[in-house]
Nanobody, 121 residues
């Protein structure tokens, strides 16, 4: 079984920073794409940032220039550095990972349970 352990959420003032971490553990052959999604009350879950196993990144327009996604492949960990936080960034943030469990190319999708980020105005 694969688990994604998230940490780093909390309460911060507007303009402040937080760093989210997500570590994948369990019966893992390889971790491929990883990303962060968020969902605010009454909103759809949206992609915030994603990073491939090779390091290619993409960001939502709303966070571009403020957030940075990175990963530590030996630790199967992905990070989201969030700077210049705004109240509209308030949401439950979910980690997502595509994982291979054996030598076959089939990938399984795993989600973390979410970590709350609250930005006060």
């Amino acid at each position: 079984q694969v688990q994604l352990a998230e940490s780093g959420g909390g309460l911060v003032q507007a303009g402040g920073s937080l760093r989210l971490s997500c570590a994948a553990s369990g019966n893992i052959f390889s971790v491929n794409d990883m990303g962060w999604y968020r969902q605010a009350p009454a909103n759809q879950r949206e992609l915030v940032a994603a990073v491939s196993s090779g390091g290619s990144t993409k960001y939502a327009d709303s966070v571009k220039g403020r957030f940075t996604i990175s990963r530590d492949n030996p630790k199967n960990t992905v990070y989201l550095q969030m700077d210049s936080l705004k109240p509209e960034d308030t949401a439950l943030y979910y980690c997502r990972a595509e994982v291979q469990l054996d030598q076959r190319r089939y990938q399984y999708q795993y989600w973390g349970q979410g970590t709350q980020v609250t930005v006060s105005s």
